[in-house]
């Protein structure tokens, strides 16, 4: 077995909805990539880990081809890729082992503006446009609703103004790309958001334990996020309603203030954003010295 071959792969969005918070993740689990020229592979300076950057739609792909370890995509492309395989007669290589807190979208029907839209049976016999045939036949099939799936690879949104289709079923985010187009949302397909796969196949000692150390570090970045670290005074007396005004807080840490026998210093993690009322709250409880800091690493 040469070097190549313990270093993990992880498939990552070339450019798109998913390739900023996917690198932001990356960063903040500790790696540090070098780019190199063509642009299509990243290196892992500090983790035996090289991340490829390839279209979205390929990612199921190449874990399942075992070309890379791991992947970071979106739901709706795993759902329609499952969809697919099975349609072959073939079993899924990938398993999704994290649901990560970005990327959420849904795969929406969108009709142009004027167009009237009175339920699924308005789709009977129209041409419906999509990168995502097999998510829209079976969402079809379970109402009963025969149409003309048109199947593109991409730019789907010009489709109706083309004359190629009557509307379309796409991905929305911000839903931007619909208002550029005039497209009207009527109905949701699927709800989704970014995973993070992994290849079933078992993996090399070493090559499996960076993986369970990505997974560890993933989770300490996604609890960190809403995460903070509150200190305040308050007199012992006033702990129980402090303790409950505390969002989302385990177990403080209480400490006593050398020469103020009736009062102690809090130290909490809050699970959750801490806004102004709450402060406010714990300061009508006795609260004082307030102070609130983000927390940058968690690790239980
Ligand atoms: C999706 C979709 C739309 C866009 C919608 O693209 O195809 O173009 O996002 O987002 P908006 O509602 O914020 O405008 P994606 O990034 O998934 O890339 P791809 O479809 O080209 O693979
Ligand atoms: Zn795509």
């Known amino acids: 077995m040469d070097e190549g071959d313990l270093r993990l792969k992880l498939a990552v969005q070339k450019s798109g909805r998913l390739t900023d918070p996917s ?72 398993e999704v082992v994290r649901t990560l807190d970005f990327g959420r979208c849904r795969l929406s029907l969108a009709v142009p503006e004027g167009t009237s839209y009175e339920g699924p049976s308005s789709l009977r016999g129209k041409r419906i446009a999509t990168t995502y045939p097999y998510l829209l036949e079976k969402f079809l099939r379970e109402r009963d609703v025969q149409a003309e799936i048109v199947t593109l690879s991409g730019a789907v949104e010009i489709a109706p103004r083309l004359g190629r289709a009557d509307l379309i079923c796409d991905l929305v985010s911000t839903g931007s790309t619909l208002q550029a187009n005039h497209l009207r949302e009527v109905e949701t397909v699927l709800e989704s958001h970014a995973v993070l796969i992994r290849t079933p196949v078992e993996l090399p000692p070493q090559k499996d334990e960076w993986v369970q150390r990505l997974l560890m570090r993933i989770e300490g970045v996604q609890q960190v996020r809403e995460s903070k670290y509150i200190m305040l005074h308050a007199p012992r007396a006033a702990l129980p309603e402090i303790r409950r005004l505390l969002p989302g807080s385990e177990s403080p840490t209480i400490i006593p203030l050398e020469g103020f026998p009736d009062k102690v210093a809090v130290h909490a993690v809050c699970r959750e954003n801490v806004f102004w009322e709450t402060l406010e709250s714990l300061k009508k409880a006795g609260a004082s010295a307030m102070l609130v800091l983000p927390v940058e690493k968690m690790l239980a």
């Open 23 to 94: 690198l932001d993740l990356l960063t903040r689990c500790g790696l540090k990539l070098s780019r190199g020229k063509d642009q299509l592979m990243g290196y892992g300076e500090n983790m035996p880990l090289d991340v490829l950057f390839v279209r979205d739609d390929d990612i199921p792909d190449l874990v399942q081809e075992d070309v890379c370890d791991l992947g970071l995509v979106g739901m709706n492309v795993i759902e329609e890729k499952r969809l697919e395989l099975a349609a072959r007669g073939h079993r899924a290589r990938f």
